[in-house]
């Protein structure tokens, strides 16, 4: 009876040990990337998030180096969670490249008030947001800008039971100059299945807003796009701005489109 006991417990301790392994192995806290004078390649578990406290952003690129999180094909990545002191993403001098493929979700939020969560401010910036469903948070600032001739390619699939109404791609900021703001360069934002969600949540804010030259365009071929402000759901002052989709909401309580 004694030694039955001793092996029960041997078991339970094995089974113990055995989860313990296996669940740090699944998922990594990688901490702030810096990739401007070495690339970072991050491939093999099944989650990764990136916490950043103060002025910290979450990954950094230049000098035409890349960050690749996750892979095109038999991807192992799950879920990519980004939550930033400062940008979520941000490009230095000499850009460079950010590739992000996540089977089920990505959510990105930065807290910086100027360069907003996904910030493409030096040329030769181009990133790219591949999953499932995509969410990106401007807490403080806005949620995307461009200030260069940079590409910001965003692309949400869906999965086999999302239906047109629900939201795939959800872009949303307390930005009163912009949830997205767009001078230069070009922005893509695709629903695959499912329909595309822009918020400016301030006041009298700007969910839109776009400047100089630079192109939008905003798919959604089997969804809504849907666009809300308290002030101009789009301003539209030099730039190309597309919506395509089954159909257009703009909901803002001063104008819908301002040219």
Same mark, same amino acid.
């Given at each position: 009876?004694k030694?039955?006991?001793?092996l029960?417990? &041997?078991?339970?301790?094995?089974? #113990?040990l ?14 702030? $990337? ?5 690339? @970072? ?8 998030t ?33 939550? @930033?002191?400062?940008?979520? #993403? ?20 930065? +807290?910086?008030?100027?360069?907003? &969560?996904? =910030? ?7 990133? =790219? ?7 990106? +948070?401007?807490?403080? *600032?806005? !949620?995307?800008?461009?200030? %260069?001739? %940079?590409?910001? %390619?965003?692309t ?7 239906e047109? +109404? ?6 949303v ?17 695709? !629903? ?5 969600? $822009? ?20 798919? &959604?071929?089997? *969804?809504? +796009? ?5 002030g101009?759901? $789009?301003?539209a ?5 597309? #919506?395509? &989709? #089954? =159909? ?5 309580? %001063? ?5």
């Amino acid at each position: 009876m004694k030694r039955r006991k001793n092996l029960e417990r &041997a078991i339970v301790l094995g089974l #113990l040990l055995s989860t313990s392994v296996y669940g740090s192995a699944w998922a990594e806290e990688i901490g702030a $990337i810096d990739a401007t004078a070495s690339d @970072a390649e991050y491939t093999t578990e099944t989650e990764y998030t990136i916490t950043t406290t103060g002025n910290k952003n979450g990954i950094t690129v230049g000098d035409g180096h890349q960050v690749i999180i996750g892979s095109e094909q038999n991807n192992n990545v799950n879920t990519v969670t980004i939550n @930033a002191g400062d940008s979520g #993403l941000t490009s230095k001098n000499g850009g460079g490249t950010v590739i992000i493929n996540a089977n089920d979700e990505i959510s990105i939020t930065g +807290n910086d008030m100027f360069y907003s &969560a996904l =910030s493409a401010g030096a040329a030769g910036t181009e990133y =790219s947001l591949n999953s499932a469903k995509i969410s990106i +948070n401007g807490d403080y *600032g806005g !949620a995307i800008n461009i200030g %260069s001739n %940079s590409i910001i %390619s965003i692309t949400a699939a869906g999965t086999n039971d999302t239906e047109n +109404n629900d939201i795939v791609n959800n872009i949303v900021s307390t930005s009163a100059s912009g949830t997205i703001n767009l001078s230069a360069g070009e922005l893509n934002i695709t !629903a695959e299945k499912g329909s595309n969600y $822009i918020e400016s949540t301030a006041g009298s804010g700007v969910a839109i807003s776009t400047s100089k030259l630079g192109t939008a365009n905003i798919i &959604a071929n089997n *969804g809504k +796009n849907i666009v809300k402000a308290g002030g101009y759901g $789009i301003r539209a002052q030099g730039s190309n701005v597309t #919506l395509t &989709a #089954l =159909s257009n909401e703009i909901t803002a309580n %001063s104008r819908g489109i301002c040219l």
